[in-house]
Structure formats: C-alpha cells, structure tokens
Nanobody, 120 residues
Framework: QVRLVESGGGLVQAGDFLRLSCAVSGRYTMGWFRQAPGKEREFVAAISWSTGRTSYADSVKGRFTISRDNAENTVYLQMNSLKPEDTAVYYC?????????????????WGQGTQVTVSS
C-alpha cells in the first residue's frame, strides 16, 4: 500500500539541470538510485525523513542535492551540471532504515522510474 511516483525526467543537454520529484504515501528514509543501459543499479543519494541526514554517491557530490518537503510528503533530487554519464532511469525508493543507506537492499518500496537523458 506504500506508493511512490517519480516525475521530472527528460532530455537535456550537458551542463543543464533537472529536478526529480518523488511523491510518497508515507514517511520513510528515501533514496534515489539509477540504472544506465548495460550497468547495474547504483546508489545516487538518500535522506532520512526523520533526521534529515543525507548521503551521496561520490559521482554526484557537489552536483546533486536531495531534499524533502515534509508537508507535501515529497522528496526531490536536484541535478545540476548534468553529464552524459548521468543518463539513466532514476528510481525513488523508500525504506524503514534510520540511515540513508547506499544499499538498495535496505529499501523496501520502489517507484516505476523516470528517464533522464543527457546529450553531449
């Protein structure tokens, strides 16, 4: 009964920005993951709903920001200075862990994903 809906993906040029949104039917530690063609799903960023603690993959530190809007039960991923290697399907995930884990196994609920394509 926990539902996650991602939105905000699209086609942009390198150097542009996008903001992904994830509407959550509950309050959980939230993570963003991505999967590029031919690659495994990888961790992008996570935030604890209760504490606000965040965690980022090294590849996106300084460019991406995860944030939350508690009143709207929405988590965002602001993606700046996008690179072609950021091209992937981005997934929002929710889990009961108190820490913003990199491990996808710590997240119980997953959205359907939203495509982000960055052209050079």
């Amino acid at each position: 009964q926990v539902r996650l809906v991602e939105s905000g993906g699209g086609l942009v040029q390198a150097g542009d920005f996008l903001r992904l949104s994830c509407a959550v039917s509950g309050r959980y530690t939230m993570g963003w993951f991505r999967q590029a063609p031919g690659k495994e799903r990888e961790f992008v960023a996570a935030i604890s709903w209760s504490t606000g603690r965040t965690s980022y993959a090294d590849s996106v530190k300084g460019r991406f920001t995860i944030s939350r809007d508690n009143a709207e039960n929405t988590v965002y991923l602001q993606m700046n200075s996008l690179k072609p290697e950021d091209t992937a399907v981005y997934y929002c995930a929710a889990g009961d862990s108190y820490s913003p884990s990199w491990n996808p196994g710590m997240y119980e609920y997953w959205g359907q994903g939203t495509q982000v394509t960055v052209s050079s």
